[in-house]
């Protein structure tokens, strides 16, 4: 397995302002696959990520990369790690405004043992021809493929993307998301990779983690997820996103109430208030993880999963 997590936790605060930012999460990811994690705001995806690229330590749990346990590693090993294993795509670009196109990328390049060449990172990302050019000369979209450029720099094995498309247009989020697909697997790379575009989920994943209140609420493969959904908050997701078929002045089917505040779960379910099944168990006691159907590789967080 590259990459495997197994009950991973995360506090922050005490007392009244402790708020737990993951909750016994448990991923695993093959070489060269895409892993998308969704959820609202809150649900602990960007922390996920923090925590994978080694930007910030778990309170209990392991992560392991390529062998490597990164959760249990010395600062040394931890910025070996974060400059020659992973390369990090962040929501803005943050681009240095002094440096040309070719220079930001090669700063990240110079500080690699066993960087890519510079000429097969610019043609990758078809940007050879604004390597003379400045930031504030490009586009949002032109920016952003240079953002992909300097993470891809390092050769890295791993690519995290905390949701990159996001000052995007929509035809331009499309294609930065499916040109990470392809690289991904072009390269040999996981990709980890937040978004809130169902689309391009269903075309680009390999396997789909839904979390919610810092927890993954549900865990499959992407066709199968889309396909027969088990958890009622990605029953709420897939059925409030518009399709090709869904004519302009239709209503989607919103998910009703609010997300709660990380530090005031509700007791029982964190998803309860919202849910439109729950019963009695749900109210009480927090579910657990268990796994749904018979292939044995999907796992769903809720009480109504065993009748499913």
């Known amino acids: 397995m590259f990459i495997e997590i197994k009950n991973a936790r995360k506090k922050y605060g005490e007392g009244e302002t402790l708020v737990n930012a993951l909750d016994d999460v448990n991923i695993s990811l093959d070489e060269g696959k895409v ?5 609202p705001s809150g649900s602990g995806k960007s922390t996920l990520l923090n925590m994978i690229g080694g930007l910030d330590s778990l309170d209990s749990g392991t992560i392991t990369v390529s062998g490597r346990n990164i959760s249990n590693s010395d600062k040394k090993k931890l910025t070996d790690y974060r400059r020659e294993d992973v390369g990090f795509v962040f929501q803005f670009y943050n681009l240095i405004p002094d440096l040309t196109v070719q220079e930001n990328i090669e700063v990240v390049s110079d500080i690699s ?3 890519m060449d510079i000429e ?3 043609e990758a990302l078809d940007i050879a021809k604004y390597r003379t050019r400045f930031p504030k000369e490009l586009s949002g979209g032109q920016q952003q493929r240079i953002a992909v450029a300097r993470a891809l720099a390092p050769d ?9 498309t996001t000052a995007l247009d929509v035809t ?9 697909g392809d690289l991904s697997r072009e390269r040999g790379m996981g990709l980890l990779l937040i978004t809130h575009d169902l689309g391009v989920v269903a075309e680009m994943a390999d396997e789909v983690g839904v979390m919610y209140a810092g927890r993954i609420v549900e865990r499959a493969p992407v066709r199968a997820l889309f396909a027969e959904p ?3 908050y990605t029953w709420g997701l897939i059925r409030s996103a518009p399709t090709l078929d869904t004519p302009p002045s239709a209503k989607l089917d919103a998910i009703p109430g609010t997300v709660p505040s990380p530090g005031d779960l509700p007791q029982g379910c964190p998803f309860r208030p919202r849910c439109p099944e729950a019963h009695g168990r749900c109210f009480k006691t927090p579910p657990t993880v268990e796994s749904a159907g018979p292939d044995g590789v999907r796992e769903v967080c809720c009480w109504l999963a065993e009748a499913r």
Request: charged share 20%.
């Open 172 to 180: 331009i989020q499309g294609q930065i998301l499916a040109l990470l």
């Open 156 to 164: 890295p094995d791993l690519l995290l993307a905390d949701e990159p």
């Open 120 to 122: 097969e990172v610019l």
């Open 35 to 39: 892993y998308v994690i969704l959820g």
């Open 113 to 115: 043992e066993n960087p």
């Open 230 to 232: 088990r958890h009622p």
